[in-house]
């Protein structure tokens, strides 16, 4: 599987199904997104389009893949910089769907990372942020 383009940072974050025959992959910037490809018969095939994460205004970061791999969650920082957001999709009818509301975070200049169990049902995210006195800290 190769990126769609020169300098896409194709695989930048990548998560595997509990079987192996779902790939995620990420790409940060503008011009990235999340794409989620299936293994058939050996050759692996695009599950439903790339989740744009222009049409997000996010650069995205962490991808966690449910054990089937049909929920996907996305963490990103805005491109307009701020806290960063928890998106998470699910393959309907060949295409990524919304599932919920945004998970924002509530601290300016974050970077958040997620993970979903297995079922894709419960997701936990972390909120790494450098505090008001220089510190590193953290919320879960």
């Known amino acids: 599987?190769?990126?769609?383009?020169?300098?896409?940072?194709?695989g930048a974050s990548v998560s595997l199904s509990g079987n192996g025959g779902q790939?995620?992959?990420?790409?940060?910037?503008?011009?990235?997104?999340v794409s989620v490809w299936?293994?058939?018969?050996?050759?692996?095939?695009?599950?439903g389009l790339t989740i744009e994460a222009n049409k997000l205004l996010l650069s995205v970061g962490k991808i966690s893949l449910s054990a089937d791999g049909n929920i996907v969650a996305m963490s990103g920082i805005p491109l307009s910089g701020g806290s960063?957001?928890?998106q998470?999709?699910?393959?309907?009818l060949?295409?990524?769907?919304?599932?919920?509301?945004?998970?924002?975070?509530q601290?300016?200049?974050?970077?958040?990372?997620?993970?979903?169990?297995g079922n894709?049902?419960?997701?936990?995210?972390?909120?790494?942020?450098?505090?008001?006195?220089?510190?590193?800290?953290?919320a879960l």
């Open 120 to 138: 894709g049902q419960v997701v936990a995210v972390s909120n790494y942020y450098v505090g008001s006195a220089g510190r590193a800290e953290g």
């Open 1 to 10: 599987i190769y990126g769609p383009f020169a300098n896409a940072h194709f």
């Open 107 to 117: 601290f300016q200049n974050t970077s958040y990372f997620c993970d979903l169990s």
């Open 84 to 86: 960063a957001v928890v």
């Open 94 to 105: 060949g295409d990524w769907e919304p599932l919920g509301s945004s998970i924002k975070g």
């Open 38 to 47: 299936g293994l058939n018969q050996g050759d692996w095939i695009q599950d």
């Open 23 to 33: 790939l995620a992959i990420g790409s940060p910037g503008s011009d990235g997104g």
């Open 88 to 92: 998470i999709y699910h393959l309907v």
